[in-house]
């Protein structure tokens, strides 16, 4: 591809955040250019069920929510601790301009989807408050998208092709790809940023990436935006920043996001903020080595090395992966299930892979009796069915005295087991099934300190003229809370759209 050497806007990346920046940029006349590492653009968010915490948009109006940017400013204030106000309050004031602005374009259209928020705290919408976009055809959008679009991730990792039907992710990044290519903008793949250049003047003008043919040099004349996702794909980068999990287990895709682009602006003077650690999800083990991001657990249970349960398998996957993170023995982790679903693994993991080859490598192991299966899994037979045991006796009274399960209204979204609990079910249909799990992540969280325009600071609170971030290349506006679904790409889309504001001042 023969790039330009000038363009108004350079946006590194291709995810909701960064697209969501480039489709508005190109709609508003400013010649853009969007430069992706990989050969394929979506990043994590094309994996993703492109759920977006957008709140008081009229989108929740259509549906009949109880949904307020008042209710979400309540919300976030009960949930957030030490939160920065003026970010906060920039995230709730852009969510439903952005949305309206973006669902005034034909190509763009949102549905309410019903996912419990997180946490039981003032404010909190029944069902949910997140937004997604609606699906759509493959074939109604401009053909080159198609042939950019990373493929789910259950396909991407093996090679397979995508989907004619676009929903969830594959539908925002699709979308929004269509956008920016139709109104005159330039989505460049295998181009690896790697650098970055302040002129005489002190503004950031000029980005270098590695491209197929070798280096580039580009001059942004109007803003750099960042959106690059974080370093979740560095195992150096996350022992130096004190970050749980493993490169390997993450969910962005392979060979992506190891923060190089966080580094080459904070080596022009860009402060950094490391603090909010990761996304994080329990992560079904696969036999290559990989996690599967693992949600909306409806039976079994969940032990640590000792063969004890260690919290409420139903809670929030981000605050489930903080709790496995708590202790050392509880990475890897026995998921505990029997043979009510005919084997198969009582939760959504994607992907989950196949049982037979996770049997055949160990990451899943089968047994008739407690004791046989915790002696393949290396467990204390005498404890782990001291375990079960006592867990199904809670099933049949519906509490659970050691950690809750089933109180929130989000433990019970994903349950249909009945009464007295829906999200208690007993374990006694043999044979017996325990999977390995591991403490994966959607991204890491931590990265370049940005004010309420999306601006890139210094390290004395100044703004970087010219310097642009969103998305998990920033420290995240939320610190280490994730409030509900679609949290990430909300707020990544939220504060590309604003620099895009503040380029256009």
């Known amino acids: 591809m023969d790039l330009q050497q000038e363009y108004d806007v350079v946006v590194v990346g291709s995810g909701g955040g960064a697209l969501t920046g480039a489709a508005l940029a190109a709609k508003a006349g400013l010649s853009t250019l969007v430069l992706e590492r990989t050969p394929l653009i979506g990043g994590t968010s094309a994996y993703s069920g492109g759920a977006c915490w957008l709140p008081g948009t009229e989108v929740q109006q259509r549906a009949g929510l109880p949904d307020s940017t008042e209710g979400a400013r309540t919300y976030l204030a009960a949930v957030l601790k030490e939160a920065d106000q003026e970010r906060v309050e920039a995230l709730l004031t852009q969510a439903p301009k952005l949305v309206a602005a973006l669902e005034a374009d034909d190509l763009m259209d949102f549905e309410w989807i019903p996912f419990s928020e997180y946490y039981d705290a003032p404010g909190r919408v029944p069902m949910g408050r997140s937004i997604q976009p609606a699906t759509i055809k493959r074939a109604d959008l401009d053909p080159a998208v198609g042939e950019l679009l990373r493929p789910p ?25 269509a956008i920016v290519l139709r109104d005159g903008g330039t989505i460049a793949t295998e181009h690896h940023v790697i650098g970055l250049r302040r002129n005489e003047e002190g503004r950031a003008t000029t980005v270098i990436a590695d491209g197929p043919d070798g280096p580039v040099e580009i001059t942004a004349r109007r803003g750099v935006l960042i959106a690059a996702g974080g370093f979740e794909g560095s195992a150096e980068r996350r022992a ?186 007993p374990i006694d249909q043999t044979p017996y099934f325990a999977a390995k799990f591991v403490l994966s992540d959607l991204g890491t969280k931590g990265g370049l300190v940005t004010d309420a325009s999306a601006r890139v600071l210094d390290e004395a609170g100044a703004p970087i003229p010219g310097l642009y971030a969103a998305s998990n290349s920033t420290a995240s506006v939320f610190g280490s809370a994730y409030p509900g679904p679609g949290a990430p790409l909300g707020a990544a889309m939220a504060f590309a759209s604003l620099a895009v504001e503040d380029m256009l001042r």
């Open 153 to 177: 991730v259950e396909r991407d990792r093996v090679g397979g092709p995508g989907r004619s039907t676009l929903s969830g992710g594959q539908a925002l990044i699709g979308r929004l790809a």
């Open 240 to 425: 130096e920043h004190g970050t749980p999990g493993r490169a390997e287990w993450t969910m962005a895709p392979q060979g992506t996001n190891t923060g190089e682009i966080i580094d080459a602006a904070a080596a022009i003077g860009g402060a950094t903020d490391w603090s909010g650690e990761g996304w994080f999800c329990p992560g079904l083990l696969q036999p290559d080595g990989s996690g599967a991001f693992t949600l909306g657990f409806r039976g079994g249970l969940m032990v640590d090395q000792t063969a004890r349960r260690y919290g409420n398998e139903c809670l929030p996957y981000d605050q489930f992966g903080r709790v496995m993170a708590g202790s050392e023995d509880r990475t890897p982790s026995w998921f505990v299930f029997d043979s009510r679903e005919g084997g198969a693994l009582p939760a959504i993991a994607i992907p989950e892979g196949d049982r037979a080859e996770h049997l055949a490598t160990g990451t899943w192991v089968q047994a008739d009796s407690l004791e046989e299966l915790a002696a393949a899994a290396g467990l204390d037979p005498a404890v782990l069915t001291q375990t079960v045991e006592r867990f199904n006796g809670f099933t049949t009274t519906g509490i659970d005295e050691d950690f809750g399960r089933g109180q929130d209204e989000y433990d019970t979204f994903f349950s249909s087991a009945g009464k007295p609990n829906k999200a208690l079910v």
